[in-house]
């Protein structure tokens, strides 16, 4: 597959090109460098409706024969892996060994999802009657991604929704549209028509779906603000809703944890993606005995990463993506230093165009601190000192987010303890991101509503349908 400034959009199986277009930004150099359709009211009533049609046929159709198609796109998406990837660092970003890792993921997560089985329990069996319940799809799924992972997330979101046997309209962001539009062409020649949908759009085509009668269920990521909006757009017709929000994850190092260990796994947990990762730790509590070893670990690793263009050698951290995202980060490093925070920044980033800013730690900020409190989203950690556990797990849990966290202890049981008294939808002890095809995930507070992956997250694009049968 070559790559072109040819983007269509994917509707009823069909490419699809617009008069209008949104212009999509290399975060790296700031340059135009592909312009993407940009779908109205009209293409979008035009993508329900080919979902619409396609959905009783796929519905009707065998588990196993879904299965089998989603396995071949699966395929299809290992094949263009390389090709992918660098498509994904020119618009996202993220070095591209890295961007190549989220496409084979995403073939990954697919094939695992695909193997899963639509369960029909039966929770009454007695003289008189057997009781099945039944998961049957729901209809038309509108599927709304971010631009932090706009690969696997997608994943996260289609491939349950057309296993259980619902038709899809997905919607990538406007920042990161390429990738989702190549999926789509790919799906053409392997789905049937009108079971997956790709619109690519400028701001106002996500109100236009979260307000669309046209959907069964709305399945977001994104941010908080944006969540709120979509459930009260949801509202109006009781669309079923699964939002994946923010986070403003805590990690509690304990006094006995090994701080080399920590920092160099910290380290990945914080940065990765240059922090965009609504999963990554956003504050780091540690032990007062330990603290400076942590400290003075992290801040050498910081030195020693490669900020700079992701499509170059050797670069471990890419550019924010984009301008509106670099100057609120920006902008939150600058109140912490203008207010007398120490800051240890890591390496120079390059000169010139690009929304690139170091790696930046904050030595002990005061809890009520800004860069404490919001979500930074971006590349700037806390990192606070604490003497008592009890009193760490209140400051842990004192937040009105709850996506996930961690802690870090030799003893695993000492960190079991304090792991099930954090409020967070994942919990990890020792290790941080962790995330699986069969492990649910959710968010606690403000952080979500709903649970994607697992058993639970695949139900979710499903009706629960109980049939009495008389014996
Ligand atoms: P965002 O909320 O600005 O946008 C997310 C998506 O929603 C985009 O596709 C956008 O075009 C669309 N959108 C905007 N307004 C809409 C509306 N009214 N109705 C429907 N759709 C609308 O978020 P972002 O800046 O792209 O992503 C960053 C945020 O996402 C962070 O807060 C991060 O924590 C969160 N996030 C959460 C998870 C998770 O699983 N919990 C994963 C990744 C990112």
Redesign the pocket.
Known sequence: MTFDDDFTLTIAGRAIATEAKVAVINPATEAVFAHAPAADAALLDKAVEAAQDAFPAWRDTPVAERRRVLLLLADAIETSAIDLGVLFTREQGRPTPLATREIKAGAAWLRAVAGQEVPVDTVEDSESRRVEVHHVPLGVVAA??????PFL?TIWKIAPALLTGNTVVL????YTPLCALKLGEMARNILPPGVFNVLSGD?A???L??SHAGFAKIS????????K??MA?AANDLKRITL????NDAAIVLADADPDEVAEAMFAGAFFNTAQV?IATKRLYIHEDIYEAVRDRLHALANKAVVGDGSGEGVTHGPLQNLA?YRRVKALIEEAEASGLTLLRGSAVPEGPGYFLPLTLVDNPPEDSAVVRE?A?GPVLPLLRFSDVEEVITRANDSEYG?AGSVWSRSVERALDVAQRLNAGSVWINQNRQVAAHVP?S?FKQ??FGV?NGREGLLEFTQTKAIYVPK
Request: negative net charge.
């Open positions: 709304i991604v971010p631009w932090n992972f997330l919607k990538p962001s406007p701001d085509l996500g109100p779906m979260s977001f990521t994104g941010s908080t603000a944006t969540g909006r979509v757009a994946e929000l923010g986070g609504c995202q979500e989203f996506l995930f968010g952080s979500g994607e």
